[in-house]
């Protein structure tokens, strides 16, 4: 299996290959991160044994989006992190806006911790953002959670990327600051704030119009929004299996 990608989003195949990238020193120590650009991750406090992944034991602490970091030589990741649980996706959105306050770097990365590698050199990353006349980048994915209650939204993405089953996915994204710092912003709406159960969630959600994302997942509400409010702006990528763009939402 040749990877050429800098980046790898696959809970099946990212612990096996960072596990060959350990035992045969790829790529050791050789990278640093640019100094205009901040990596994050959302993650619990603790160790992640209330939602680890089978596959990904052995990662429950230092998660293996970390590992592979400092497995390059990169020691700046920013952990964003929640002692709440049960831990809920939409945790991200007030964890990144209250970090993004204070952002200086001109670029913000933000990662799944448990399921994510980095690879190669994180300014590959960079020039690949670049590479494309957008303010925000997202990973794809066939996954169609979410769509079910936002059909119009739906049947516009279809449209937009000609039927080639791709999608946005949250879990890897790229962005000028500035930029994020407003998608962010307009999501927290969608936010679950601490302390507030999920029963008492789901009659909040019962409350808003039947479009409106339902469920725990910063994906939805990303979703959504993108593509009703900054189809200009926002693009699609394949981090998981090349850098070629499957979907261009520019018109």
């Known amino acids: 299996m040749v990877i050429e990608q800098p980046i790898i989003h696959n809970r099946f195949i990212v612990k096996e290959i960072f596990e060959l990238m350990k035992k045969q020193g790829t790529y050791k120590g050789l990278f640093s991160c640019p100094s205009s650009l901040t990596i994050t991750t959302c993650r619990n406090s603790g160790p992640m044994t209330d939602r680890i992944i089978p596959e990904l034991e052995g990662y429950e602490d230092v998660s293996l989006l970390e590992s592979s970091l400092q497995h390059l030589g990169i020691h700046t990741l920013k952990r964003l992190e929640s002692s709440e649980l049960p831990w809920r996706n939409t945790f991200k959105f007030e964890l990144i806006n209250e970090y993004l306050k204070e952002c200086k770097t001109e670029y913000f990365m933000c990662c799944d911790a448990i399921d994510v590698i980095f690879r190669d050199d994180p300014f590959k990353v960079l020039d690949i953002f670049e590479s494309f006349d957008c303010d925000m980048l997202f990973m794809s994915t066939d996954s169609l959670d979410g769509?079910?209650?936002?059909?119009?939204v739906f049947n516009e993405?279809?449209?937009?990327?000609?039927?080639?089953?791709?999608?946005?996915?949250?879990?890897?994204?790229i962005?000028?600051?500035?930029?994020?710092?407003?998608?962010?912003?307009?999501?927290m709406e969608y936010a679950i704030p601490h302390g507030v159960t999920m029963d008492d969630y789901k009659e909040y959600l019962n409350s808003k119009p039947k479009t409106y994302p339902k469920g725990a997942q910063d994906?939805?509400?990303l979703r959504q929004l993108c593509n009703q409010n900054h189809l200009s702006q926002i693009q699609y990528n394949v981090f998981l299996h090349s850098f070629q763009t499957y979907n261009s939402f520019l018109s």
């Open 147 to 152: 769509y079910d209650c936002m059909p119009e």
């Open 157 to 173: 993405v279809k449209k937009l990327n000609n039927n080639n089953g791709r999608y946005l996915n949250s879990g890897v994204y």
């Open 175 to 187: 962005g000028r600051t500035n930029f994020v710092r407003e998608v962010i912003e307009e999501c």
């Open 219 to 221: 994906q939805s509400r």
